[in-house]
């Protein structure tokens, strides 16, 4: 028993070295593995002025600048450290400020900078005149300088310049201001500030590389000139960051910029493209007065707080492609030059266009915008937002123009309600035409599909696919394997994605088409009331001509029924005056003016022409042929409603004996045309004339009912458009 023990120990010591190996090989394999190939992240070196003097003795060539290497470095500027800060400065001046012709630049990148940052002191201050620094610069620094002189003058608002070196230059003095001019490049590549940055009326002649920054404390940039390209790109402010009046002359980027604190670009300028696409404003972000000359990027954009463009000016394109304002956006007295593009942008609070001014045919590209009327607001000039509200197509925006409509009726601006209903039945008349004269995909035939662009095999593919399940929407052809995106997208405009139509569904939406049609062109729809007048005006005095002329004009011989030079000439220069009033009125109203006035002649003239010619042809032969057509009521003389009145008198004598003929000696015996004319389109005149009821031609029984007719179709299109543009009346008119 006792030479067991020995063994025993000695087993265990066996274990316990095998489980601290496994456990030793375990830690081994949960350490992080470095990647094969990667290059190993330098360690930040504290900056001291003997490696100052050293990295400025041997500058290193980045992309063609000599540069001041200092990166990856711990720099202490702070106030217990001010004998290292008043060195750097001193020494870091010196080197960026000789003149030569190859300027130093310098790189911060990876750096941490631990105190306040003052890099315009970098800068050579030098006044703002041309002739003064033309020995000290190149002339291609001089003519960058230059350039600031044609931004002041190119200002829209040139008598009250936002910043000083553009009142120095714009103003005769003897005095200038000064600018701190940094004419080497500058590398701030994921550079973290603790301090405060202060960069203020500083003119940067190279690039400025600033990717990734981090300013902890507040970043002055205040009236600063970056005359080559400049990226701030996922640079983020955590504090106040200060753009006032400064200047990008060569393209900016903030793309991905968290702005943590107020932005503050009032009264700056870009003189090329801009992009802030993806960029994070989570407090007030001001852009008031600022001028776009480039095209502005705010796609995918996020304003969590306030944004304020207010008086601002975009000459070019301005993208807010899916941007995303949590509170109130402010566009006012802002001027757009060239098309706003809001599609798929959120508007959760309040966007305000209010006294915005656009070019010609500029449009707001709403298509897709994320906007709930009941707890958004869109403002804008009244009856001027909603001509500027556009979609690209109906399908899949119909829930937009709805709550743009509702917004607008909420506000009272009936006018913009309406040109947003206007624009939502013109793109459903589109649609309607395309499924009537479009290329149905599940209807048209093999050799349709190859004329249409798609090869035999892609075009068999089809067809096979719609034998089994028809088509529902048009990217269900990408589901084919024969068809690829390019072909797709091709061709895509150029057919329609509907069930197939029968002769009688056929018909049935070619009336929805046509008598749409005769709604916009007419009367927009129910949305313009002087389009509707201007039409009805050209057909009064049509009619009014017509009768006139087939009851005054009857022969030549054998004794001469015809007017006098008076009458004839009070006709025609009284048509003339009403349908230049009624072309005034259509073709200042009208989308399509002459599309229009086409429909309007298409049914008033051909049939009632037609009429009157058959009437001359046959000749008249009956009794009374020198009495007048047309009776009056002569027990009164009142500007009379005229409702339910038809255009012949009753079979009655009692009203023969009150409805006297017209009397044609009399010089206003023109007048009563109108007048009946009038009747019977208005439904409302100063006396009520009617048809005689004996010898009366059956040609002219047919004009009067064709335009009595007419006038129940005009009325109802007038009284509904009076409903749809006076707020209130369409309750007067139903409680009637």
Request: aromatic fraction near 12%; glycine fraction near 6%; include cysteine.
């Amino acid at each position: 028993m006792q030479a067991v023990y020995p063994a025993v120990i000695y087993d265990l010591g066996i274990c316990v070295r095998i489980a601290l190996m496994c456990l030793c090989m375990l830690l081994l394999f949960l350490q992080p593995l470095p990647a094969w190939g990667a290059d190993a992240i330098p360690e930040s070196t504290i900056l001291t002025l003997e490696l100052l003097q050293e990295r400025i003795n041997k500058p290193i060539l980045q992309e063609g600048n000599l540069m001041v290497d200092l990166q990856h470095m711990v720099i202490d500027l702070r106030p217990e450290n001010a004998s290292f800060r008043d060195a750097f400065y001193q020494i870091l001046r010196k080197e960026l400020q000789k003149t030569g012709t190859k300027p130093l630049g310098l790189d911060l990148s990876h750096s941490i900078i631990q105190g306040d940052f003052i890099g315009s002191d970098l800068g050579l201050k030098i006044p703002l005149y041309t002739q003064a620094i033309a020995p000290i610069f190149t002339p291609s620094e001089q003519e960058q300088l230059e350039r600031l002189r044609e931004v002041c003058l190119q200002s829209l608002d040139v008598a009250f310049p936002s910043s000083r070196d553009c009142r120095s230059l714009l103003v005769e003095s003897t005095t200038s201001s000064q600018i701190n001019v940094f004419r080497g490049s500058l590398k701030l590549v994921q550079t973290h500030f603790n301090g405060t940055v202060k960069f203020a009326n500083t003119f940067f002649l190279q690039p400025v590389d600033a990717e990734g920054v981090v300013f902890s404390q507040i970043g002055n940039f205040t009236e600063t000139r970056f005359s080559r390209a400049v990226s701030f790109g996922k640079a983020s402010f955590q504090q106040e960051s200060q753009f006032l009046g400064s200047i990008f002359f060569d393209k900016a980027n903030f793309k991905q910029t968290q702005f943590q604190e107020l932005a503050s670009f009032q009264d700056s300028s870009f003189e090329e493209a801009t992009n802030f696409s993806q960029a994070n404003f989570h407090q007030l972000a001001k852009f008031t007065r600022v001028q776009w000359q480039g095209n502005t990027d705010f796609s995918q954009a996020h304003f969590s707080s306030q944004a304020e463009f207010t008086q601002a000016i975009f000459n070019h394109f301005f993208s807010l492609t899916e941007a995303s304002f949590s509170a109130a956006v402010s566009f006012r007295e802002a001027q757009f030059n060239n098309p706003v593009n809001l599609q798929g942008a959120s508007i959760q609070n309040q966007a305000d266009f209010s006294d915005a001014r656009f070019a010609k045919d500029i449009d707001l590209n709403v298509s897709g915008l994320i906007f709930n009327s009941n707890q958004a607001k869109i403002l804008g000039n009244l009856g001027q937002i909603g001509k500027k509200l556009v979609v690209a197509k109906l399908q899949g925006n119909q829930s937009v123009l709805r709550n743009l409509g509702q917004n607008f009726r909420q506000l009272q601006q009936i006018a913009d309600a309406n040109q947003l209903e206007y624009t939502k039945q013109r793109l459903r008349l589109e649609e309607l035409s395309h499924l009537l004269i479009g290329t149905n995909i599940n209807s048209v035939s093999l050799q349709g599909l190859i004329h249409l662009g798609f090869s035999p095999t892609q075009a068999q593919a089809i067809i096979r696919r719609r034998m089994t399940k028809l088509f529902r929407k048009d990217t269900e052809l990408l589901t084919l394997t024969e068809i690829d995106l390019e072909t797709y997208t091709q061709l895509s405009s150029r057919f329609v994605v509907e069930e197939p139509l029968s002769l009688f569904g056929w018909l049935s939406q070619g009336w929805s088409w046509l008598a749409l049609s005769l709604l916009l062109l007419l009367s927009g729809y129910g949305t313009n009331f002087w389009l509707v007048f201007g039409v009805g005006m050209i057909a009064i005095a049509y009619f009014g001509l017509l009768f006139w002329l087939i009851d005054r004009f009857r022969r030549l011989q054998p004794v001469a029924i015809i007017p006098d030079c008076y009458e004839a000439t009070s006709m025609l220069v009284s048509l003339s005056l009403l349908t230049l009033f009624g072309l005034l009125a259509i073709f200042h109203n009208a989308e399509q003016p002459w599309l229009t006035l086409t429909c309007l002649f298409i049914i008033i003239i051909p049939i009632p022409a037609f009429l009157a010619l058959q009437l001359y042809s046959q000749g008249r032969y009956h009794d009374l042929m020198n009495i007048s057509y047309f009776t009056e009521d002569g027990t009164m003389r009142q500007l009379r409603l005229l409702i339910g009145r038809l255009p012949v008198i009753p079979r009655c004598q009692l009203f023969r004996e009150r409805y006297l003929p017209l009397l044609w000696n009399r010089r206003w015996n023109w007048l009563n045309y109108y007048d009946f004319s009038l009747n019977n389109l208005l439904r409302i005149g100063f006396n009520d004339i009617r048809l005689r009821d004996e010898h009366l031609p059956g040609i002219i029984t047919t004009l009067a009912w064709y335009q009595w007719s007419l006038g129940i179709l005009y009325i109802t299109l007038l009284l509904w458009t009076l409903s749809r543009t006076i707020p209130g009346l369409n309750l007067l008119i139903y409680l009637k």
